[in-house]
């Protein structure tokens, strides 16, 4: 990913806060004419000696998950709001129209998960996060045949990341008085994609 300097995602604990709060992404690897991609959940975990991997799982019938093989080249791909930004929202004149985001990149090996244990504590860790906030969170009960059985329809993958890619442009190449009109017009728009770019934004 090209990343100019005053964009770059320097802080590991930012990005696994950025990634946490935005787990549905792009998992791709090469193809053989296009990069293979699939969009889906992914869950981020830290050991306790700061190795981060990505626990995700596929359809069986998803051709991408017949082509995986453990130890390839993987990227997961997470994306935050995002937007249009007019030249009319800077103080200054003669500009162009941009569009500020953040994106981030877990580029890894994946290894492949079989075993039907694994797997299933693979979903376990997934929907127990999911549903953390709920008065009443589900839970997954493998006594029930029907779950039971959906788990042979899934494979799963082991993302080790060795390296992350941040980007977050929103606006920090501006001068303060561009910054400080830029994030006044995102404040007043009723897009919450502006309201949450506005946020980001450290004026003053």
């Given at each position: 990913?090209?990343?100019?300097?005053?964009?770059?995602?320097?802080?590991?604990?930012?990005?696994?806060?950025?990634v946490r709060a935005h787990p549905f992404g792009l998992l791709l690897t090469n193809g053989r004419q296009v990069p293979e991609i699939t969009?889906?959940?992914?869950?981020?975990?830290?050991?306790?000696?700061?190795?981060?991997?990505?626990?995700?799982?596929?359809?069986?019938?998803?051709?991408?998950?017949?082509?995986?093989?453990?130890?390839?080249?993987?990227?997961?791909?997470?994306?935050?709001?995002?937007?249009?930004?007019?030249?009319?929202w800077y103080a200054a004149k003669d500009n162009v129209p941009t569009w500020n985001y953040t994106a981030v990149h877990g580029i890894g090996k994946l290894r492949k998960i079989e075993n039907e244990n694994e797997l299933m504590s693979l979903v376990e860790k997934l929907t127990t996060?999911?549903?953390?906030?709920?008065?009443?969170?589900?839970?997954?009960?493998?006594?029930?045949?029907?779950?039971?059985?959906?788990?042979?329809?899934?494979?799963?993958?082991?993302?080790k990341v060795e390296c992350w890619e941040g980007k977050k442009k929103v606006g920090q190449n501006r001068s303060p008085e561009d910054q400080a009109s830029l994030k006044r017009n995102l404040e007043q728009s009723e897009n919450p994609d502006y309201q949450i770019l506005a946020k980001q934004m450290k004026t003053g």
């Open positions: 990913m090209y990343i100019p300097a005053h964009f770059k995602m320097n802080e590991t604990a930012e990005i696994r806060t950025f969009h889906l959940p992914m869950q981020l975990l830290t050991d306790d000696k700061e190795n981060d991997s990505i626990n995700i799982h596929l359809s069986k019938a998803n051709p991408h998950a017949k082509a995986l093989q453990n130890g390839e080249n993987a990227v997961a791909v997470f994306v935050g709001s995002n937007g249009y930004i007019s030249p009319r996060e999911h549903e953390a906030g709920a008065k009443f969170p589900w839970r997954v009960d493998w006594s029930i045949a029907k779950l039971r059985n959906m788990v042979k329809s899934i494979i799963g993958f082991e993302l």
